[in-house]
């Protein structure tokens, strides 16, 4: 069974960064597309980032591209999403996902999911 555990949230203020991290446990990841998501308060979840399994396709949303990276160490079976210039509205639960098949950029298709870590961003 595959077991993903999201750590590095916390409290930060605005203009601040923090480094997200994604460890899978009970199988090898490095084939997966690897997914972050957010969700706020009242709102959906949201797409934030996605990196193939070789980690040569990645993609960002455009409310955090130039701001956030995401990356994978596969030696690690770990997924990373650095996250630069935060700003009050990145506040949010932060959920990584593994994809087995394909990128994507919603929540459908993600087979497994880590239990999220808050991120708040004070201004």
């Known amino acids: 069974q595959v077991q993903l555990i999201e750590s590095g949230g916390g409290l930060v203020q605005a203009g601040g960064s923090l480094r997200l991290s994604c460890a899978a446990s009970?199988?090898?990841?490095?084939?997966?597309?690897m997914g972050w998501f957010r969700q706020a308060p009242g709102k959906e979840r949201e797409f934030v980032a996605t990196?193939?399994?070789?980690?040569?396709?990645?993609s960002h949303a455009d409310s955090v591209k130039g701001r956030f990276t995401i990356s994978r160490d596969n030696a690690k079976n770990t997924v990373y999403l650095q996250m630069n210039s935060l700003k009050p509205e990145d506040t949010a639960v932060y959920y990584c996902?593994?994809?087995?098949?394909?990128?994507?950029?919603?929540?459908?298709?993600?087979?497994?999911w880590g239990q999220g870590t808050q991120v708040t961003v004070s201004s």
């Open positions: 996902a593994a994809n087995p098949s394909r990128y994507s950029s919603r929540p459908v298709g993600y087979d497994y």
């Open positions: 009970g199988r090898t990841l490095s084939s997966y597309y």
């Open positions: 990196i193939s399994g070789s980690g040569s396709i990645k």
